[in-house]
Nanobody, 114 residues
Framework: QVQLVESGGGLVQPGGSLRLSCAAS????????MAWYRQAPGKQRELVAS???????NYPDSVKGRFTISRDNAQRMVALQMNSLEPEDTAVYYC????????WGQGTQVTVSS
């Protein structure tokens, strides 16, 4: 059974950085495209970064140049490095496959505020 557990969130000032981690257990995930999503209060969940099994990444314009997704297949980890954070980045962040076929975990809260 596959399980994904997110960690690394917290409170950070505007312009700061955070690194999120997602640990996978269960079946091998190296063949799958992985992604980070976020959901802000009152808004729909949105995709913020994806990475294919071969390491090709993709980002929406809202985070391009500020967020970097990476993966370590041997460690079964997916990371999201977030720099130059803005208050608009405040949300609960989740990792999942792309498309997101696995049930959503608890996510990790990121709050950007002074």
């Amino acid at each position: 059974q596959v399980q994904l557990v997110e960690s690394g969130g917290g409170l950070v000032q505007p312009g700061g950085s955070l690194r999120l981690s997602c640990a996978a257990s269960g079946r091998i995930f190296s063949s799958y495209t992985m992604a980070w999503y976020r959901q802000a209060p009152g808004k729909q969940r949105e995709l913020v970064a994806s990475i294919t099994s071969g390491g090709i990444t993709n980002y929406p314009d809202s985070v391009k140049g500020r967020f970097t997704i990476s993966r370590d297949n041997a460690q079964r980890m997916v990371a999201l490095q977030m720099n130059s954070l803005e208050p608009e980045d405040t949300a609960v962040y989740y990792c999942n496959f792309l498309p997101a076929w696995l049930g959503w975990g608890q996510g990790t809260q990121v709050t950007v505020s002074s």
